[in-house]
């Protein structure tokens, strides 16, 4: 396939490994939905390569550099491969994400685990959940965990995921961080104690840290593959002379060797007594308001407010 002109058919050809299982996935990505004679070399390298356990079609007719179409396709085999993960079993799909770097991603999660000390009895937010990599084994630390996760095909496996480790203490939804965070500040029962981010490289939406800030959570874990805009959204959490939360220290994590990409950890905490700066300027204006006597002398009385009254056709004007 040739990107430039968008000619040829087989565009990519893709593997997923399980690190600890061996288990492997290949994928065809082709521009178009059917490859001739497919199935039958799909057969045959199944039993030609001892750790292949499934072959997929992944369709993208788009003139575009993105690897992956929205639709894929088992050709032979299983459409997943099974990966062993922080004492956990789970499923992973051809085009769903996972760390690709597995005893790094559990050397970050021990770390999380560590310092979030969970007793059992915490609410855990995990937005940008994807197929539960952190959420389930903290599940089994926290009285309940819900996941965000905008990905249909991520939250099918997140609870599948679930249900194969017999965790029954964690939720997932379907939908944007954006559109359910908000939601979940009316669903639960109480604030949750702990809010787990791990958004993709283009970092947070606006939004979601306004709501962030609104919902006050004591602690925040910010996970990040792209330290520029982790950089950006700590400065709206973190940064002013009075910022809502503090942190408490960055962990860096090389997850991409000899490559200029780095994952990073911040650990974040709710500043005590925190109001935002609106909400005090309106209560020192209504402070002031009931407390100032007045200035004008006993007796006198207050100058005439200025008439309202116009006419009839200005006040239509631009109605």
């Known amino acids: 396939y040739n990107e430039t002109k968008h000619q040829g058919k087989l565009r990519h050809l893709a593997l997923r490994v399980g690190r600890r299982t061996g288990e492997i996935l290949l994928t065809l990505v082709s521009k178009d939905a059917k490859v001739p004679g497919l199935a039958e070399k799909a057969e045959t390298w199944l039993t030609t390569y001892p750790g292949l356990v499934g072959v997929s079609l992944n369709h993208n007719p788009e003139r575009t550099n993105a690897i992956f179409g929205p639709q894929t396709y088992t050709v032979a085999g299983k459409d997943y491969l099974e990966e062993e993960f922080a004492g956990l079993t789970l499923h992973i799909q051809p085009h769903t994400f996972f760390q690709v770097y597995t005893e790094q991603a559990e050397q970050l999660l021990a770390l999380i685990q560590q310092e979030l000390n969970l007793t059992g009895t915490e609410t855990l937010i995990d937005a940008y959940c994807g197929i539960g990599t952190l959420a389930l084994p903290l599940a089994r630390q ?124 911040a650990f974040l905490t709710w500043t005590p007594g925190w109001v935002a700066e609106a909400e005090v300027s309106s209560a020192e204006i209504d402070s002031s308001a009931q407390t100032e006597p007045s200035a004008e002398p006993d007796g006198a009385s207050a100058a005439p407010e200025p008439s309202t009254e116009v006419e009839s056709s200005t006040a239509s004007d631009g109605a």
């Open 142 to 265: 926290a009285r309940q965990v819900l996941g965000l996760e905008d990905q249909p095909d991520a939250v099918a496996q997140a609870r599948a995921n679930a249900a194969l480790n017999g965790i029954t203490n964690a939720r997932f939804e379907v939908g944007t961080v954006e559109a359910l965070l908000p939601l979940v500040m009316d669903e639960l029962d109480a604030r949750p104690d702990v809010v787990l981010l791990d958004p993709p490289r283009k970092g947070c939406d606006r939004t979601v840290l306004d709501t962030l800030i609104q919902l006050h959570a004591p602690r925040l874990v910010y996970m990040s593959c792209n330290p520029a805009t982790l950089a950006r959204d700590l400065k709206i959490l973190c940064g002013g002379d009075h910022p809502p939360y503090q942190i408490q220290f960055l962990q860096p994590a090389d997850f991409f060797p000899q490559t200029a990409h780095v994952e990073c950890v």
